[in-house]
């Protein structure tokens, strides 16, 4: 049996912070927040998760400090979507008034995604809306 | 309504080639495979995603073409925990043989994880085994 995708971890200046603006981002709750990690996870892992055999419990985010800045474009990000119900551009309003900025990473005009960056800097990407 | 974690996404000289070796490392499958990106899913993905609301429906992996190497340490990475029932030497034994390299990002000795590389350099932890 392989290992299950447990996080992924985000390095961070100052991960307290870097988590909390994550978790009120995605609407996640703070499972485990000490010096060493904070640790995210959807608001339903506490109900699905016990209910769901070891590998497929989804995965939860983890921000971990550490004592340099982002250096370069990251090779690894995340990437978001919309449901189709839910109105896309309000939504990026909504992160860009948490403090998410616009970034260009050549993405060029006429795609499909919008390319933003969190407080420190990390590249993620909006996602055309859908419903699967 | 917050955007969902759609996926994490991993830059790669070569993402074919890349998500091949992720798919045998993880047991995953592809779902998606074009010369802009190759998506892999879970092999449960299938049957629990269409009976799950759309925010919970668990993240995929994404690997996506570049045209430059890994220049530094990743500021993203992730994390994978063996069941407590496998055996996590043998996975590792595993990976390794797959063409995984250990790897040294100062964790030091007695840390509780094992710090590995993909073929292309992106560092990923094996934690500890458990049950939850």
């Given at each position: 049996?392989?290992?299950?995708w447990?996080?992924?971890?985000?390095?961070?200046?100052?991960?307290?912070?870097?988590?909390?603006?994550?978790?009120?981002?995605?609407g996640?709750?703070?499972?485990?927040?000490?010096?060493?990690?904070?640790?995210?996870?959807?608001?339903?892992?506490?109900?699905?998760?016990?209910?769901?055999?070891?590998?497929?419990?989804?995965?939860?985010?983890?921000?971990?400090?550490?004592?340099?800045?982002?250096?370069?474009?990251?090779?690894?990000?995340l990437?978001?979507?919309?449901?189709?119900?839910?109105?896309?551009?309000?939504?990026?309003?909504?992160?860009?008034?948490?403090?998410?900025?616009?970034?260009?990473?050549?993405?060029?005009?006429?795609?499909?995604?919008?390319?933003?960056?969190?407080?420190?800097?990390?590249?993620?990407?909006?996602?055309?809306?859908?419903?699967?």
């Amino acid at each position: 049996m392989a290992v299950r995708w447990y996080s992924t971890v985000i390095e961070a200046r100052d991960h307290r912070a870097l988590a909390r603006w994550w978790a009120e981002a995605l609407g996640w709750q703070t499972a485990f927040d000490t010096d060493e990690e904070v640790v995210l996870w959807p608001p339903w892992a506490q109900e699905l998760g016990p209910k769901l055999p070891f590998h497929q419990v989804p995965p939860g985010l983890v921000f971990v400090p550490v004592g340099h800045d982002k250096q370069t474009k990251n090779r690894i990000h995340l990437d978001f979507a919309p449901h189709v119900d839910d109105d896309r551009d309000a939504e990026i309003e909504r992160l860009l008034a948490l403090g998410a900025t616009r970034t260009d990473v050549g993405q060029g005009d006429g795609v499909t995604w919008d390319v933003l960056a969190d407080p420190e800097g990390n590249e993620f990407c909006v996602l055309s809306s859908r419903d699967v």
